[in-house]
Nanobody, 125 residues
Framework: QVQLVESGGGLVQAGGSLRLSCAAS????????MGWFRQAPGKEREFVST????????NYADSVKGRFTITRDNAKNTLYLRMNTLKPEDTAAYYC??????????????????WGQGTQVTVSS
């Protein structure tokens, strides 16, 4: 069973950048497809980006495509999300999640078994 801890959130002005990290422990990180999801107040949790177990395939929501980059370092058991050209509408709590590789990759948050506690990203205009 894997435990996930996010970090790197904060307050940034529109147009700025942040890099989120998600440190995994307690499991074989390389056996999990990973994802970033976000949830704004009053809204449902939504897909941001996913990456497969070996980092060879990634997916992005249309709203972040070209601005965000997901990567993973299996040797360090860490998932990253580089966020550039941030917009006020990116403001949300960001969560990393893990899904056992045997079930295949997914962009549906309901398909993910393990979640971090979240890190807040606030983008001011």
């Amino acid at each position: 069973q894997v435990q996930l801890v996010e970090s790197g959130g904060g307050l940034v002005q529109a147009g700025g950048s942040l890099r989120l990290s998600c440190a995994a422990s307690g499991g074989s990180f390389s056996r999990y497809h990973m994802g970033w999801f976000r949830q704004a107040p009053g809204k449902e949790r939504e897909f941001v980006s996913t990456i497969n177990m070996n980092g060879g395939n990634s997916n992005y929501a249309d709203s972040v495509k070209g601005r965000f980059t997901i990567t993973r370092d299996n040797a360090k058991n860490t998932l990253y999300l580089r966020m550039n050209t941030l917009k006020p509408e990116d403001t949300a709590a960001y969560y990393c999640a893990a899904r056992n590789y045997i079930y295949g990759s997914s962009t549906n948050p309901n398909d993910y078994n393990y979640w971090g506690q979240g890190t807040q990203v606030t983008v001011s205009s």
